[in-house]
């Protein structure tokens, strides 16, 4: 049973996709300008430490393209984690900013900065610190991303704070829990498929690793997770991915140290208009 | 005589019809269908882009212009910067080459203003031309020109091009 129960896992982390493709981590690029995005991940957990049975989370999400050097996020979670029954459990919403671009012909250096909060009515457990579904706060971080033709490395580093009434009460100190931490994340992907580019039909097939860590600066508790994933993208818009983490090595107290995700992403684009200056007619 | 007058008249006629027919665009940092498509789904909503069709391999974008439509190339910069790319190469092509003379240092089309810089190639086509201002090529190719450019000047509705 256990075995097959395996096979579920819940992923703890902030699967949001932007046109370059990582599963687990945001990258520098902003989506295109009036286009919209919907997107549901499913995580999933094998064993929920805390009830001693398998745990889920849905986390729809839309995206919306303000300008070619913004985007904005919000979502919400739908979970049975850190209760016994499944519920509405959070909203957040999310803004990256496209700082820097340098361009050539198929590769691309960006600098994107971003701003993520949320609230959660999930009580206080473990270590880790999520903001989409496990706890409330906000992450202030800066992204930078490198393509090269087809091979595409991107690194985060965001600092978290988190906002529970147990931080601000005055007459009860918890001294185990941290409420500001460091992440960090270095990423690669890999275009597998097509080998070269004939229409929008053809499928896309990307491969990725990324390495996702976890620090608290009040406890020595730190966690280094690995998570391989592969995407699949169909019609240019529609991207299917796939993802298993797992940690390396780490001392915080966590919920699970594996975990699945499975996602599903739609894009839209030129949803409204644009102001464009008046044409002039040449006779 | 007559045959004086018809010649200067075709040659009025040739320049007060003269206009592009054709812009190539080349695109930099789209590596993904998906953001090739977003880059056409731009242009072609262009009101005086007629067709688009795309070399994906050289992310070359190849615009069949309206006739009777004066093109925007402020509006084709910001159709490719709004989908979140960059220009790398723009070519306007037209059947204008009768209206330069060789002293010409720039000739007004559709509405703007080009100032010229003749590429020294001894066979030059005077069908084509590649815009060098700042966010319409490579920084390379900017920065080759950059002292021409501040030198003309600059204004709304001008552009500086190599032919």
């Known amino acids: ?283 | 005589m007559k045959k004086l007058v018809v010649l200067v008249l075709v040659c009025l006629s040739l320049q007060g019809n003269a206009q592009f027919e054709k812009a190539r665009v080349q695109v930099n940092g789209v590596v993904c269908s998906l953001c090739t498509k977003a880059v056409m789904k731009a242009l072609n909503k262009l009101n005086f882009v007629d067709q688009v069709t795309v070399d994906l391999k050289h992310q070359q974008y190849d615009l069949r212009l309206k006739h009777g439509v004066s093109p925007d190339l402020t509006d084709l910069r910001k159709a490719i910067e709004d989908a979140g790319f960059s220009i790398g190469q723009l070519q306007l092509f037209g059947d204008f080459g009768a209206g330069i003379k060789e002293s010409d240092s720039s000739i007004s089309l559709n509405g703007q203003t080009f100032y010229l810089q003749r590429s020294g190639n001894n066979g030059a086509s005077s069908k084509a031309m590649t815009i060098v201002d700042k966010h319409f090529c490579s920084m390379k190719t900017y920065q080759q020109y950059q002292k021409w450019i501040e030198a003309v000047g600059s204004c709304e509705d001008c552009f500086h091009a190599i032919i």
């Open chain 1, 1 to 283: 049973m256990k075995s097959l129960v395996a096979f579920l896992c819940c992923f703890i982390s902030i699967p949001v996709f932007a046109q370059e493709l990582f599963v687990n981590s945001e990258n520098a690029s902003i989506i295109p300008a009036r286009s919209l995005t919907g997107s549901l991940d499913v995580h999933l957990v094998g064993n929920d430490r805390l009830y001693a049975r398998p745990a889920q989370r849905y986390v729809p999400a839309i995206k919306f393209g303000i300008s070619n050097r913004l985007e904005l996020r919000i979502g919400g979670t739908l979970s049975n984690m850190h209760t016994y029954q499944f519920r509405g459990e959070s909203v957040s919403v999310y803004g990256k900013y496209r700082l820097m671009s340098r361009e050539e012909l198929h590769r691309h250096f960006r600098v994107a900065g971003f701003l993520s909060a949320s609230f959660t009515n999930a009580p206080f457990h473990y270590d880790e610190a999520t903001l989409h579904g496990g706890k409330s706060g906000m992450d202030l971080g800066i992204i930078a991303t490198q393509l090269i033709n087809k091979l595409a490395l991107s690194a985060t580093i965001s600092h978290m704070q988190l906002f529970d009434k147990s931080r601000f009460n005055d007459v009860v100190y918890l001294p185990t829990r941290n409420f500001q931490l460091i992440n960090y994340s270095f990423s690669t992907g890999y275009l597998l498929l097509p080998t070269s580019y004939r229409n929008f039909k053809q499928v896309n097939l990307n491969l990725y690793l990324e390495l996702l860590g976890q620090r608290s600066l009040e406890l020595r508790k730190q966690y280094l997770d690995l998570a391989p994933a592969i995407q699949l993208i169909f019609f240019s818009s529609l991207k299917i991915s796939g993802s298993y983490r797992f940690q390396v090595e780490g001392s915080m107290d966590r919920m699970t140290h594996e975990s699945w995700l499975i996602s599903v992403e739609k894009s839209f684009l030129d949803i409204w208009a644009s102001r464009v200056r008046k044409q002039k007619i040449s006779h």
